[in-house]
Nanobody, 125 residues
C-alpha cells in the first residue's frame, strides 16, 4: 500500500521560510517522479514543482523562491520555501508518478498516481 505523508507546514510571516517534507512508503521511491502541488481556498489545485531524477521544473510563481529536492535513501522529497508571500497560503500536496514522461507533463496533476493528504501552509502579511 502506497502512502505519502507530508509534514512541515505551519504559520509563518511574509518573507519567512518553511521546509516541507514528504515521506513515501510502499513503492520503489527512486523510480518515481515526485511533485508538489497546492490548493488555496476556492481555487483549483495548481502545480508547484516536480523532480524526476535530475530534471526539475517549477511554476513561474515560485521560481527562484522554492527549491525541490529528494533523498532516495530516505524515500523523501522536500520543498524548501523561502521569501514566502501571503499568496502562497494553501494546502500543499506531494504526489508520485510512474510516468516516463517529460517535465512538462509532470506539471499536470493527472500525470500522478499517488497523493498525500496535504499539509497547511499559512503566510500572514
Amino acid at each position: 500500500q502506497v502512502q505519502l505523508v507530508e509534514s512541515g507546514g505551519g504559520l509563518v510571516q511574509a518573507g519567512g521560510s518553511l521546509r516541507l517534507s514528504c515521506i513515501a512508503s510502499g513503492l520503489t521511491f527512486s523510480r518515481y517522479a515526485m511533485g508538489w502541488f497546492r490548493q488555496a481556498p476556492g481555487k483549483e489545485r495548481e502545480f508547484v514543482a516536480t523532480i524526476r531524477w535530475n530534471s526539475i521544473s517549477y511554476s513561474d510563481s515560485v521560481q527562484g523562491r522554492f527549491t525541490i529536492s529528494r533523498d532516495n535513501a530516505k524515500n523523501t522529497v522536500y520543498l524548501q520555501m523561502n521569501s514566502l508571500k501571503p499568496e502562497d497560503t494553501a494546502i500543499y500536496y506531494c504526489a508520485a508518478s510512474t510516468a516516463f514522461t517529460t517535465t512538462d507533463h509532470l506539471r499536470q496533476a493527472g500525470t500522478y498516481d499517488y497523493w498525500g493528504q496535504g499539509t497547511q501552509v499559512t503566510v500572514s502579511s
